[in-house]
């Protein structure tokens, strides 16, 4: 069954410590993407890449750190530099970038909460 | 720079009874539009897409919207809503690449 996957669910961690956030597709998609969403707010793009070893800042970058070394593969850091990185992140991929031709599809998130 | 508008935080119905979700976008080009579902700690699923073809645009579970450039709107409808279309919507714009996300509509149906 194709999809993406996103571990773990819930996530907590102590001010200051870094996390990271994983993200795998079976898809066969090139291209993808990570978005921060905030209640009350739509999703803001964080990073995304359109091949393997290849990625490019979003909008809200600052703080986040992404790679891309297999194309399955494109796991999330959320660094001790992010001022408010309690939020819920969502993974997605497609099959190419020009978003009128290529859908893109959503992993269920991870809720991040940091104190 | 491209944006959406979503006119309405939040929608209630009951069952049965219409559902009209409000868009407005803004974008430099000939957009590409877009309408997503999200359930409660869910990822979004597509419901219904317009690049350019026909104005009416039908979706999944029934959904539909319009695309009124004149008005620049982009507003979803269902003519029945159903327990399960609870949950939050948002309309989308895109330019190239990248998605634009509206702040979203909550709706709850009333049994």
């Known amino acids: 069954d194709g999809g993406i996957t996103q571990s773990p669910k819930y996530l907590f961690r102590k001010e200051g410590q870094n996390v990271t956030l994983s993200c795998e597709q079976n898809?066969?998609?090139?291209?993808m993407y990570w978005y921060r969403q905030d209640p009350g707010q739509g999703l803001r793009l964080i990073y995304y890449?359109?091949?393997?070893?290849?990625?490019q800042k979003g909008d809200i970058a600052e703080g986040y750190s992404v790679s891309r070394e297999k194309k399955e593969s494109f796991p999330l850091t959320v660094t001790s530099a992010q001022k408010n990185p309690t939020a819920f992140y969502l993974c997605?991929?497609?099959?190419?970038?020009?978003?009128?031709?290529?859908?893109?599809?959503f992993g269920p998130g991870t809720r991040l909460t940091v104190t | 720079a491209q944006s959406v508008t979503q006119l309405d935080s939040h929608v209630s119905v009951s069952e049965g009874t219409p559902v009209l979700l409000r868009c407005n976008y803004s974008?430099?080009?000939?957009?590409?539009l877009f309408w997503y579902v999200q359930h409660p700690n869910k990822g979004l699923q597509l419901l219904l897409k317009?690049?350019?073809?026909?104005?009416l645009v039908k979706g999944i579970n029934g959904f539909e919207a319009e695309f009124k450039k004149s008005e620049t709107s982009f507003h979803l409808t269902k003519p029945s809503a159903h327990m399960s279309d609870a949950a939050e919507y948002f309309c989308?714009?895109?330019?190239?690449?990248?998605?634009?996300f509206g702040a979203g509509t909550t709706v709850t149906v009333r049994a």
């Open positions: 317009y690049t350019s073809a026909a104005t």
């Open positions: 974008s430099s080009y000939s957009p590409s």
């Open positions: 890449s359109q091949i393997v070893n290849d990625f």
């Open positions: 898809l066969n998609h090139d291209a």
């Open positions: 989308v714009v895109s330019e190239g690449y990248k998605l634009s």
């Open positions: 997605a991929s497609s099959f190419g970038l020009a978003a009128s031709s290529y859908e893109q599809y």
